[in-house]
């Protein structure tokens, strides 16, 4: 018997598997064309078909720029090596909500 072949990302210089932020964008894309082809079809003008598709265009295009930036900076601070913190994972003094607090209970004023 021969042994299971490896998975396509353990071989040197082969592409990686499918980007996700490619594929949402793909579909988006996608949507920027079907939803005025719809409103034509529902009857809506093409006027305001036109711009439902120029909005969602932008709107496609802010996130992908925002999902691209924020994947850079995830892999700037991978490859750092600096300590990733998830949204309630604070580290140092003041990250902890609540407690004591020095200065006494009094109202300020």
């Not at 003008?45 to 909005?55: F, R, V």
């Amino acid at each position: 018997m021969s042994a299971p072949p490896t998975p396509p990302e353990a071989h040197p210089g082969t592409p990686p598997g499918p980007d996700p932020v490619t594929d949402l964008i793909r579909w988006a894309a996608f949507s920027c064309v079907l939803v005025p082809v719809v409103l034509l079809w529902c009857g809506t003008s093409l006027a305001g078909a036109a711009g439902t598709a120029l909005g969602l265009a932008a709107v496609t295009a802010a996130c992908r720029l925002l999902l691209r930036r924020s994947e850079r900076g995830a892999r700037l601070l991978a490859e750092e090596g600096a300590p990733q913190r998830g949204r309630h994972h604070r580290t140092g003094p003041g990250a902890h909500r609540g407690g004591r607090r020095s200065g006494g209970n009094t109202p300020a004023g």
